[in-house]
């Protein structure tokens, strides 16, 4: 089942259509004093400091930077982005995107727990260039000392750009088909790899998401504090301000996890605005745990218009309980838009953005094992909840049989293959890999285009026009003959006894004689005190529940320390990572914890 069509206005040559970054000038001249990109920056005051650039400093700080990376590289070459989330790392990049130097949007290194996502990214990518921060700079030097890494030609220092150099920039064409920058995927399933965005690409991805989003009213304004680095937080808060000339309010994400509420309390600063944000299913339950009726009487919420909840799975749990602890707030029920993307198609794909609520449907989980969509009761001991991830805007998105490559019919699960001009052509360097991703055809395809499709790798099923997300094709256990997706029963571990974190679980196979095993890590709960733990008893329950819901046994069950559970820069549970953590041993075991204190 297909869903979606191609807008011509977004295809190459479309009527109207332009090149992203060349609206930067328009709106420098259209709206000069008007605000284009705010960073609040928590680092000096708790209260944050709001620093602002107008679309006239915007264009005038492109414009030098882009200057400054011509004068130490030429296109084509790449330049690595290791400073901070501040403005100078959004004027980096449109600096970058101006002078056709090659974009990779990392971080400074001494971010915590991303160690070997930069390692990987930056020698993968051979960057000519690296852009910092005098600030950071200590970082960059130390990271490039410590590593078996290339080594730059140059460094830039993005808050040193004498922006006198505008004046001597010529804004030169900017081809669809040329690449804006690399985006390195997550690692949810194996090492990252540079997604070869194009222009054409970024362009049509910020239109479709507009579309998605709907937001056809007046004075829309974007909130966020997703990492630049990660392709829902660089297309949402560096491209949608830019399509129609609007702003962008937006901090670091470690000031968020630090007050989860500065979130919310930014939205809640914008009245008389329609507000947009977006981010990862933890997030939302993770403000939604921290919300006091103190703090929820400070907000004003009826300006948000819709959160895009946008990183699977997406628990039905979290949609519940974001929308019951900020109702007092104002939160409308149909603010929350559950969607779907990735990062080989820029990053959306998808999104349930209407005026309602979030569709939630309840199917026969043993039904979709066997790759059928067969609605049951929610009550039934069998139910598991799906929920709807819309409709795909300015692409199509169509349900196949990853063995023959036919189209599935609806209610049918296969792979997700998507269509549009939104998707990447490639991977930087990797063309057997790109063929594999990218170079899908339909072995009957009917009235949709013959190729080429991109291969997501996600499962899903279609069920009244819209798309359902099932899970990671390489993620899925079978143990038996019988598929299982993991997430269920991570769910079913979570809720079998209170010492397990929730969404800090990860189930996943290991090879046997003669089916697959089960392995769950599971993280340590901490509002359980370790001297009223007992292990076997948390095993035992674990071990019962998976039994009795899914029918299957349990190869080993360990318990580990709170932030033990590999996760992607999104958020999500990096199996295959914490798989093999597990096999080198390296996971930090609670009963070793509670070993030393003896």
């Known amino acids: 089942m297909a869903l979606g069509s191609l807008l011509p206005d977004l295809l190459p040559g479309g009527s109207g259509r332009t090149p992203l970054i060349e609206r930067v000038a328009r709106w420098a001249k259209e709206k000069p004093d008007a605000p284009a990109y705010t960073f609040v920056d928590y680092s000096t005051d708790p209260s944050g400091v709001h620093i602002t650039a ?50 990779v949007p990392l971080f400074s290194p001494d971010l915590p727990g991303h160690a ?27 990271f490039l000392a410590d590593h078996d890494v290339p080594q730059p030609k140059e460094i830039v220092f993005a808050d040193e750009i004498d922006l006198s150099l505008a004046d001597r920039w010529e804004n030169e064409p900017v081809a669809f088909d040329d690449l804006a920058y690399l985006q390195y995927t997550s690692g949810s399933t194996r090492r990252p790899a540079g997604v070869e965005i194009t222009h054409g690409n970024v362009t049509a991805n910020a239109a479709q998401l507009w ?15 997703l990492p630049l680095f990660h392709d829902m937080g660089l297309i949402a808060t560096m491209a949608l301000p830019l399509v129609r000339g609007d702003h962008a309010i937006y901090t670091d994400p470690v000031s968020f996890i630090m007050n989860p509420m500065r979130w919310l309390e930014l939205i809640s600063e914008r009245p008389g605005k329609n507000v947009y944000t977006a981010g990862p299913n933890f997030a939302y339950e993770y403000v939604a745990s921290q919300a006091t009726p103190e703090k929820i009487a400070e907000l004003d919420l009826s300006g948000l218009t819709t959160c895009l909840n946008g990183a699977e799975p997406i628990r039905t749990s979290t949609l519940s309980m974001f929308a019951e602890a900020f109702a007092p707030a104002g939160l409308r029920p149909s603010a929350q838009a559950p969607g779907y993307g990735l990062a080989e198609a820029t990053v959306f794909v998808s999104a349930a953005a209407e005026d309602a609520p979030p569709k939630v449907v309840h199917v026969d989980r ?30 199509i998105v169509a349900i196949v049989d990853p063995d023959t490559c036919v189209e599935q019919p609806d209610g049918r699960v296969g792979e997700i293959w998507v269509h549009g001009p939104n ?59 019988r598929n299982h997706y993991p997430q269920d029963i991570e769910v079913t571990a979570q809720e079998a006894h209170p010492a397990i974190r929730p969404d800090h679980v990860a189930a996943f196979a290991l090879p046997g004689e003669e089916t697959e095993r089960l392995v769950v ?47 992607t820069s999104s958020g999500k549970i990096a199996r295959s ?21 003896k």
């Open 521 to 567: 890590v599971a993280e340590r709960n901490r509002r359980v005190p370790l001297g009223r733990l007992d292990i076997d008893e948390v095993e035992s329950a674990v071990r019962s529940a998976i039994n009795v819901e899914h029918e299957m046994s349990v190869h080993e069950f360990l318990l580990i320390e709170p932030g033990g559970v590999s996760r």
């Open 116 to 142: 070997d996502r930069l390692i990987g990214a930056y020698t993968d990518a051979e960057p000519a260039v690296i852009v910092t921060t005098r600030s950071a700079h200590p970082h960059v030097e130390k």
């Open 211 to 225: 579309a998605g989003w709907a937001p056809e009213k007046p004075n829309p304004e974007l909130v966020s504090w």
């Open 54 to 103: 107008t679309w006239a400093e915007t264009d005038r700080r492109a414009r030098a930077t882009a200057a400054t990376l011509r004068q130490v590289t030429g296109p084509g070459e790449r330049a690595a982005l290791l400073l901070p989330q501040t403005l100078e790392y959004m004027m980096t990049m449109l600096g970058a995107m101006h002078a056709h130097v090659i974009a």
């Open 366 to 395: 043993e039904a979709l094992t066997q790759g059928e969509l067969v609605l049951c009761d929610e009550k039934s001991e069998r139910a598991s909840a799906l929920v709807s991830c819309g409709r795909p805007y300015g692409q």
């Open 423 to 481: 998707t990447a052509p490639g991977y930087w360097r990797n063309s057997e890999r790109s063929q594999d991703t990218f170079g899908g055809t339909l072995a009957d395809p009917g009235e949709l285009p013959a190729g080429p499709w991109m291969k997501t790798g996600d499962y899903g099923v279609v069920h009244d026009g819209e798309l359902y997300v099932t899970g990671r094709i390489k993620d899925l256990i079978i143990v038996d003959g």
């Open 577 to 597: 990572a914490t798989r093999q953590r597990y096999l080198d041993g390296e996971l930090p075991t609670t009963e070793a914890r509670l070993a030393s204190r």
